[in-house]
T-cell receptor
């Protein structure tokens, strides 16, 4: 089975712009979670989507949003970029998003905001 | 108090030694625990999962869980240089949320 894929792998944006990141889960996985990783804060949960519905959300401002399509592919969007949004954005997929399920991570998208 | 706290690193052990990584968590109701490994520049990958009190062994790795003490640990026996990475203690909850500790950097020197 192909693993989780994320596009693009690298992005450079300027403050105030917006960005859209894409994640394709492992075939058959319906839950997609997004995480932000920074040196200072570590890995933090952004949100989770299942069957095109956001079921869970972390403590991030409304500038961070996402969606999921009927084929389980997911996108996240960050509007009005700030310097502090520079980070590695990881998505992970699992079958149903249950607590005992393994989440499989994609390679990440590294975003640099100038 | 952080939800997941890992013992401060970095941790350096000689090749062949046992590496011991520890973690405490604050939510007494937590049921699902994972250890992920992350190599520099790579994404996290699962090493072990543990859900019941006691020990769980998989090859050179042993995870230990003590829910009464809210304590999780990972032992790596016969440590190899290829084990050098950041080890993440992780709590799993429903609706796809993982809560990560800050990570412990392990270096295994020849």
């Amino acid at each position: 089975k192909a693993g989780v894929t994320q596009t693009p792998r690298y992005l450079i944006k300027t403050r105030g712009q917006q960005v859209t990141l894409s994640c394709s889960p492992i075939s058959g996985h319906r839950s997609v979670s997004w995480y932000q990783q920074t040196p200072g804060q570590g890995l933090q949960f952004l949100f989770e989507y299942f069957s095109e519905t956001q079921r869970n959300k972390g403590n991030f401002p409304g500038r961070f949003s996402g969606r999921q399509f009927s084929n389980s592919r997911s996108e996240m969007n960050v509007s009005t970029l700030e310097l502090g949004d520079s980070a590695l954005y990881l998505c992970a997929s699992s079958l149903l998003g249950q607590d005992q399920e393994t989440q499989y991570f994609g390679p990440g998208t590294r975003l640099l905001v100038l | 108090q952080k939800e997941v706290e890992q013992n401060s690193g970095p941790l350096s052990v000689p090749e062949g030694a046992i590496a011991s990584l520890n973690c405490t968590y604050s939510d007494r109701g937590s049921q699902s625990f994972f250890w992920y490994r992350q190599y520099s520049g790579k994404s996290p990958e699962l090493i072990m999962s543990i859900y019941s009190n006691g020990d769980k062994e998989d090859g050179r790795f042993t995870a230990q869980l003590n829910k009464a003490s809210q304590y999780v640990s990972l032992l790596i026996r016969d440590s190899q240089p290829s084990d050098s990475a950041t080890y993440l203690c992780v709590l799993g909850t429903s609706y796809g949320k993982l809560t990560f500790g800050q990570g412990t950097i392990l270096t295994v020197h020849p």
